[in-house]
């Protein structure tokens, strides 16, 4: 009986008894696997050998300085303490490789591209806001996207699209100024109200001048641009009065900045968060998440993915009703697109790879011009010498243009030969590139060449020539640290100064050329085949843009005393110190510039 009891018991308790032993073992592995990626992965990395900063934090490894400071803070004073090939550690004892070397850069971005695409992660964190587009896709994927979108993106295509650049940059032009002759105030251009009314009892009388968040109406330009040269649609963003799609749009991919740097902590709680939703789609996520803005987000996000797809329904309905000549004079690129479509058959795009495309481009074409645009206009609102330089080489090749018997606006080929505005140009993306650093996986072992060697961090008498990845590893390309690199710009580097892309008449200054970039010595439009495809719309819609608001007007700083610092959401954005409770934006002083200016003193 005693042995019949004890039997049933044991039979009875042994499921709880397996259960517990589970428990038990895990939670002995989860303190193990810690301390083993903290502790022991580091030692074992392929990269222990390279020079990098000593370990701030077990779990959280460097970030804390990534993170702390202004975009590419860190990565540049480690370029300067241990060389253009730098190990730094991540969360919870991973390795990062960070690359300044050119010949490095080379070999990740251009020869050897696709075998360092985008991480995973990545990739579906962009899929889930821009679609399957060409940002997402990689290998063979990303070589067929690039083939069919290379003739809608061609040099000649982008000239022909300048006349709509112009179009709503002499619409914003014409806004602003009857702002500026109505000195209309705006209420987000100041701290609080007491700064707005004290700016406005020390304005003289008669002065025309407003103060404005630039920020705002370069989002605006640059959505109606992108609407009209896009796709063929109508934002009217400028107008204030911007149908549902741009008014949606605008509230999904224009945040407003924390006035609190986010941290390691709150960094890895977002990825815990995007790893989640990689295995649970992000709306089905959102319908069980009791959160408004959750569903603010997901409700714009089905109404875009929506829209995008009604536009894009409307361009083919047309070519298969009518044929290909039905956009045969249609300048937009997916009427473009739709083309080469056609002509490539069934190795093209499908419809969820062409949706891809439109919001890509939307994005893309949206929020970087316009963020490049704005830090622009803040550092020419610093320098006034360089304002009014500009200002001169503008008002003269329109004058040149005109004495030939061309309209006011510019054409594409004067655009290109300004040198003054490209070297404005060439600065301003290379001090403030919108993106500030992007981040590529090996997709197999691999060594990396580089052009200056390292010292070893075990061995400071051997030197480093060439370094080991193993598959997975990542690399970590800093292209604002590119960009501000003392060894190609010399100590000026973080100095405002465009001159230095131009060869001096003395011959005392050397021209700055050549580089990894697409635009000589600089980043930010990445390169090689994964380097951003619209960079030559980007530039002319950019120069369209600044050419028009310079001629007119005369920007200076809100106050002498604001500060301004980037902030990095996906874009960098500008944020006043000691204001950050009022989001990004970008106050400044606008007037207009006087038309006899020739002593390149300004309007300050």
């Given at each position: 009986?005693?042995?019949?009891?004890?039997?049933?018991?044991?039979?009875?308790?042994?499921?709880?008894?397996?259960?517990?032993?589970?428990?038990?073992?895990?939670?002995?592995?989860?303190?193990?696997?810690?301390?083993?990626?903290?502790?022991?992965?580091?030692?074992?990395?392929?990269?222990?050998?390279?020079?990098?900063?000593?370990?701030?934090?077990?779990?959280?490894?460097?970030?804390?300085?990534?993170?702390?400071?202004?975009?590419?803070?860190?990565?540049?004073?480690?370029?300067?303490?241990?060389?253009?090939?730098?190990?730094?550690?991540?969360?919870?004892?991973?390795?990062?490789?960070?690359?300044?070397?050119?010949?490095?850069?080379?070999?990740?971005?251009?020869?050897?591209?696709?075998?360092?695409?985008?991480?995973?992660?990545?990739?579906?964190?962009?899929?889930?806001?821009?679609?399957?587009?060409?940002?997402?896709?990689?290998?063979?994927?990303?070589?067929?996207?690039?083939?069919?979108?290379?003739?809608?993106?061609?040099?000649?295509?982008?000239?022909?699209?300048?006349?709509?650049?112009?179009?709503?940059?002499?619409?914003?032009?014409?806004?602003?100024?009857?702002?500026?002759?109505?000195?209309?105030?705006?209420?987000?251009?100041?701290?609080?109200?007491?700064?707005?009314?004290?700016?406005?009892?020390?304005?003289?009388?008669?002065?025309?001048?407003?103060?404005?968040?630039?920020?705002?109406?370069?989002?605006?330009?640059?959505?109606?641009?992108?609407?009209?040269?896009?796709?063929?649609?109508?934002?009217?963003?400028?107008?204030?009065?911007?149908?549902?799609f741009g008014r949606v749009f605008s509230s999904m991919f224009s945040p407003r900045a924390s006035a609190i740097k986010p941290g390691p902590r709150a960094v890895l709680?977002?990825?815990?968060?995007?790893?989640?939703?990689?295995?649970?789609?992000?709306?089905?996520?959102?319908?069980?998440?009791?959160?408004?803005?959750?569903?603010?987000?997901?409700?714009?996000?089905?109404?875009?993915?929506?829209?995008?797809?009604?536009?894009?329904?409307?361009?083919?309905?047309e070519v298969e009703k009518d044929g290909l000549d039905s956009v045969a004079g249609s300048k937009d690129l997916i009427a473009l697109l739709l083309k080469s479509v056609?002509?490539?058959?069934?190795?093209?795009?499908?419809?969820?790879?062409?949706?891809?495309?439109?919001?890509?481009?939307?994005?893309?074409?949206?929020?970087?011009?316009?963020?490049?645009?704005?830090?622009?206009?803040?550092?020419?609102?610093?320098?006034?010498?360089?304002?009014?330089?500009?200002?001169?080489?503008?008002?003269?090749?329109?004058?040149?243009?005109?004495?030939?018997?061309?309209?006011?606006?510019?054409?594409?080929?004067?655009?290109?030969?300004?040198?003054?505005?490209?070297?404005?140009?060439?600065?301003?993306?290379?001090?403030?590139?919108?993106?500030?650093?992007?981040?590529?996986?090996?997709?197999?072992?691999?060594?990396?060449?580089?052009?200056?060697?390292?010292?070893?961090?075990?061995?400071?008498?051997?030197?480093?020539?060439?370094?080991?990845?193993?598959?997975?590893?990542?690399?970590?390309?800093?292209?604002?640290?590119?960009?501000?690199?003392?060894?190609?710009?010399?100590?000026?580097?973080?100095?405002?100064?465009?001159?230095?892309?131009?060869?001096?008449?003395?011959?005392?200054?050397?021209?700055?050329?050549?580089?990894?970039?697409?635009?000589?010595?600089?980043?930010?439009?990445?390169?090689?085949?994964?380097?951003?495809?619209?960079?030559?719309?980007?530039?002319?819609?950019?120069?369209?843009?600044?050419?028009?608001?310079?001629?007119?007007?005369?920007?200076?700083?809100?106050?002498?005393?604001?500060?301004?610092?980037?902030?990095?959401?996906?874009?960098?954005?500008?944020?006043?110190?000691?204001?950050?409770?009022?989001?990004?934006?970008?106050?400044?002083?606008?007037?207009?510039?006087?038309?006899?200016?020739?002593?390149?003193?300004?309007?300050?």
């Amino acid at each position: 009986m005693d042995y019949t009891a004890a039997l049933v018991a044991y039979t009875w308790l042994h499921p709880f008894r397996t259960a517990a032993c589970v428990l038990l073992l895990a939670a002995l592995s989860v303190p193990v696997y810690l301390l083993t990626c903290c502790f022991i992965r580091p030692l074992v990395s392929s990269l222990r050998d390279l020079p990098g900063p000593h370990n701030d934090h077990p779990v959280y490894g460097n970030l804390a300085r990534i993170f702390g400071g202004a975009p590419g803070e860190a990565h540049i004073a480690w370029q300067e303490a241990h060389g253009d090939a730098v190990r730094f550690q991540a969360f919870f004892g991973k390795q990062r490789l960070l690359l300044f070397d050119p010949a490095a850069l080379n070999h990740v971005l251009v020869t050897h591209a696709y075998e360092y695409p985008r991480p995973e992660e990545a990739r579906s964190a962009l899929a889930m806001i821009l679609g399957k587009g060409v940002l997402f896709v990689d290998g063979d994927d990303h070589r067929r996207h690039r083939r069919v979108m290379n003739p809608a993106f061609a040099p000649a295509h982008m000239r022909n699209l300048v006349p709509v650049f112009f179009k709503h940059a002499n619409y914003l032009r014409d806004i602003l100024g009857d702002l500026v002759r109505t000195g209309a105030p705006d209420g987000s251009a100041w701290k609080d109200e007491a700064q707005r009314v004290a700016y406005e009892a020390e304005k003289k009388e008669g002065t025309e001048e407003t103060v404005q968040d630039v920020m705002k109406w370069m989002n605006r330009v640059t959505l109606d641009i992108i609407g009209e040269a896009g796709f063929g649609y109508e934002f009217n963003s400028l107008s204030l009065q911007h149908n549902a799609f741009g008014r949606v749009f605008s509230s999904m991919f224009s945040p407003r900045a924390s006035a609190i740097k986010p941290g390691p902590r709150a960094v890895l709680t977002q990825r815990f968060i995007a790893g989640v939703m990689r295995f649970v789609p992000i709306m089905s996520l959102a319908d069980w998440i009791p959160n408004a803005s959750m569903r603010q987000f997901r409700d714009a996000f089905k109404f875009v993915e929506t829209e995008s797809m009604k536009i894009l329904q409307a361009k083919k309905s047309e070519v298969e009703k009518d044929g290909l000549d039905s956009v045969a004079g249609s300048k937009d690129l997916i009427a473009l697109l739709l083309k080469s479509v056609q002509s490539e058959g069934k190795a093209s795009m499908n419809d969820q790879e062409l949706r891809g495309q439109l919001t890509t481009m939307l994005i893309a074409g949206h929020e970087t011009t316009s963020t490049a645009l704005t830090w622009t206009l803040w550092m020419l609102a610093k320098a006034p010498a360089v304002q009014a330089k500009l200002r001169r080489e503008i008002r003269e090749a329109g004058a040149q243009a005109k004495s030939e018997g061309v309209d006011e606006d510019l054409e594409s080929r004067v655009l290109d030969s300004l040198p003054y505005l490209d070297a404005v140009t060439r600065e301003c993306i290379r001090l403030e590139p919108p993106v500030t650093s992007t981040i590529r996986q090996a997709a197999h072992d691999d060594f990396i060449p580089l052009s200056k060697p390292v010292p070893s961090a075990s061995d400071p008498s051997r030197t480093i020539s060439s370094i080991r990845v193993k598959r997975g590893q990542f690399v970590f390309v800093p292209i604002r640290a590119v960009g501000l690199s003392k060894d190609v710009f010399g100590d000026d580097a973080e100095e405002f100064r465009p001159e230095r892309w131009i060869e001096s008449e003395d011959g005392s200054g050397k021209k700055i050329e050549g580089g990894v970039g697409l635009t000589g010595s600089n980043l930010s439009f990445l390169a090689g085949p994964m380097g951003c495809i619209g960079y030559k719309f980007a530039i002319l819609e950019f120069k369209a843009i600044l050419s028009v608001l310079i001629d007119e007007f005369d920007f200076a700083l809100r106050d002498e005393h604001m500060q301004v610092e980037g902030r990095a959401v996906m874009i960098t954005r500008p944020l006043l110190v000691g204001e950050e409770h009022r989001g990004n934006r970008l106050p400044l002083r606008i007037r207009l510039a006087p038309r006899d200016e020739g002593d390149g003193s300004g309007a300050h």
